[in-house]
Every structure is written in C-alpha cells, then in structure tokens.
C-alpha cells in the first residue's frame, strides 16, 4: 500500500474511533522513532544537496585553472 494512502486510512481510524496517533501506531516510542526517522531523512537530504552542490564547484574550479 502506497504511503499516501496509509497515512489516509490511520487519519480516518484516528478520528471514527477518537483515539491518539500513538496508539495507533503502537506506543508513545514507536512514534518518537517515527519522528525520528522523519528526521534523519530531512537531515540526510539537506547534507546530500549541499555536498552535491560543493562537489560541482570544486570539479569545475579543477577543470578552469
């Protein structure tokens, strides 16, 4: 099943039978690692722009000299 959709069907679970996002994903630890997780992947993402766009300029300064 696609993410999307998942996440689509916890919101509807969540709100017909009125209970908290930890326990549908299954405790309070549980939705810390998915923070967690979120987290890193942000943090991985901004590091690999940022070593991509360094990594272009040095190649190029290398090739102009």
Do not use: E, P
Not at 1 to 17: A, D, E, G, S, V
Request: aromatic share 12%; proline share 0%.
């Amino acid at each position: 099943m696609k993410l999307k959709q998942r996440l689509i069907n916890q919101k509807i679970h969540k709100l017909i039978f009125n209970i908290t996002q930890s326990s549908v994903l299954g405790s309070d630890f549980c939705l810390g690692m998915y923070w967690l997780r979120l987290g890193l992947s942000f943090l991985i993402c901004i590091l690999s722009a940022i070593n991509l766009f360094n990594s272009n300029k040095l190649k190029y300064k290398d090739k102009y000299k």
